[in-house]
């Protein structure tokens, strides 16, 4: 099997752990609020536009490796405010948008293939955040974090939505926040993907035939493949236990 025909050549790991890195960078330092239109729990990012890119150029699969090697970079150098909950509504809507998306793209590689996959994906993604913040995320947030009390959560709340109350909560905060938050976030991150992407895939093309073995030397860039597939398991392996200590020890 030459290098081009394994999964994880060469020219496919380098790509992970650059979209990865991106993305990660993205989540961990280049965050912000829009304290106007959201509750201040909801920061906004670009680390999506790294994550659609790479998932559009590698395929569902690769795209989940970045969803989970994005999230470990955050975890290991800016830690969790948020018992984790804010980590895994990454994790969830990440994995949501990439695997529908992905699989459409690889079947449609075409501009409309790309506006459907960003369209389904993008759904899928804003479902499953609604479905797991409403039964999942918030009643784990509050039962560790306030110990099972809904005040605190309703003080932070109560600046854009004065009248707010516990039967209401999810009403307000599902279609007045979760809604139109992912939706700002993936309509920005899909429109900025679609320009600038086939930029990314000619770049991409040029260094998978740079790194494509020579007629001879296939058992060399097994080689090669091998060693950087160790170099990147180490790499997650290394993020892991920094996230952990960052969480346990530091």
Not at 112 to 126: D, E, P, R
Not at 183 to 198: D, E, N
Request: charged content about 15%.
């Amino acid at each position: 099997m030459t290098s081009q025909g394994r999964y994880f050549n060469s020219t496919r790991i380098a790509m992970i752990a650059v979209f990865s890195a991106l993305a990660g960078i993205l989540h961990a330092y280049a965050k912000f609020r829009l304290p106007f239109a959201f509750p201040e729990f909801l920061e906004f990012d670009f680390s999506d536009i790294p994550l659609f890119i790479g998932t559009f150029a590698l395929g569902p699969l690769s795209g989940c490796i970045i969803v989970v090697v994005k999230l470990l970079i955050k975890l290991a150098f800016a830690g969790t405010g948020s018992m984790f909950v804010g980590d895994l509504a990454n994790l969830f809507v990440g994995i949501a948008f990439v695997i529908p998306a992905g699989l459409i793209y690889k079947k449609m590689r075409t501009r409309k293939g790309a506006a459907l996959a960003l369209t389904v994906g993008s759904l899928s993604s804003i479902t499953v955040a609604i479905f797991t913040n409403w039964l999942i995320l918030i009643p784990f947030y509050v039962q560790v974090m306030f110990h099972g009390s809904w005040e605190p959560l309703l003080g932070m709340m109560t600046p854009l939505f004065p009248g707010i109350t516990r039967d209401t909560f999810f009403l307000y905060y599902l279609l007045v926040s979760v809604l139109p938050f992912n939706l700002l976030r993936c309509l920005v991150a899909s429109l900025v993907s679609i320009f600038i992407y086939k930029y990314i895939s000619r770049a991409i093309e040029r260094m998978s035939r740079k790194l494509a073995p020579k007629e001879g030397k296939e058992r060399a860039a097994a080689g090669r493949d091998l060693a950087l597939f160790i170099v990147f398991a180490v790499a997650v392996l290394l993020l892991v236990l920094f996230a952990l200590l960052n969480y346990f020890v530091w």
